[in-house]
């Protein structure tokens, strides 16, 4: 864990292309500030992020970047979704508030105390949640004016088995997970997602996880932004929880390549 690690990364991708990749979860880093509001012991807090990290993601996605005809742009947390989740509703419309895990998490994967009750979670949506949520909404309206419009490819992964915190876990959990949205998700962005991820197994759709991410000034108001959820089982392609990737990195890579080309002009 270092002290002053950047929050983010926006790497440009081909003039023309619509596309972001949104890589959320991948990191581990916090700074060293925000791990003196943490409960857990270094050992436990390690146990803790192999658990909770998309591991390996950044990598899935700078793999397919460079495979695609048409280069993506990619918007990659560089910090860890312990600091703040970027993806969570920062008010009372986040359901993951009931498990301790709104924006600014409070509990761990096994509900145990992250951090401890009363803590004040403003500053932390202040100094990482609010710029996190401007820059990827100027990465949005970038693409919007080069292109007309913006596809937004969420990057996640998720265990072979559920974790006590999940909300959901008691539904299917296909090698990889289609997380939709009813207003931005249209069907035609679906169908190439299903058919590029054909060849890496079962393909199933909001379970266990549903929805996507668009920043809330383009939500369900902005239909030229469309967006789609790819949640990767991570046996399929790494040691759980938190190992080393495998061989199935580049397949799956290969796969969001061929969504990302399919999508693409």
Excluded at 12 to 27: K, M, Q, R, T, Y
Aim: proline share 10%.
């Amino acid at each position: 864990m270092t002290d002053a690690p950047p929050s983010f990364e926006f790497l440009p991708g081909a003039p023309d292309s619509p596309v972001i990749l949104h890589v959320p979860h991948s990191a581990r880093e916090i700074p060293g500030d925000v791990r003196a509001g943490l409960v857990p012991a270094d050992a436990a807090l390690e146990r803790e992020l192999d658990h909770i990290t998309d591991a390996h993601t950044a990598a899935i996605a700078a793999v397919a970047a460079g495979a695609a005809g048409v280069a993506p742009w990619r918007f990659v947390n560089r910090l860890s979704r312990l600091v703040v989740d970027p993806e969570r509703f920062p008010d009372e419309r986040e359901e993951m508030l009931a498990v301790g895990m709104g924006a600014v998490y409070t509990r761990t994967t096994h509900k145990e105390v992250l951090r401890a009750d009363g803590f004040d979670a403003a500053p932390l949506i202040e100094r990482y949640f609010r710029p996190y949520a401007r820059a990827m909404s100027e990465a949005v309206a970038d693409r919007l004016a080069a292109t007309g419009r913006a596809v937004i490819i969420d990057v996640h992964s998720y265990p072979s088995a559920p974790l006590p915190y999940e909300l959901h876990g008691d539904g299917p959990r296909p090698e990889v997970c289609l997380g939709t949205d009813s207003f931005h998700t249209p069907a035609g962005l679906l169908d190439a997602a299903r058919a590029a991820f054909a060849p890496c197994g079962e393909t199933g759709l909001d379970s266990p996880f549903a929805g996507t991410y668009v920043p809330l000034e383009y939500y369900g108001k902005r239909a030229e932004v469309t967006a789609l959820m790819v949640e990767i089982r991570r046996d399929t392609y790494m040691s759980e929880p938190g190992g080393p990737a495998g061989p199935g990195l580049h397949r799956l890579a290969s796969a969001l390549a061929t969504l990302v080309d399919a999508v693409s002009p």
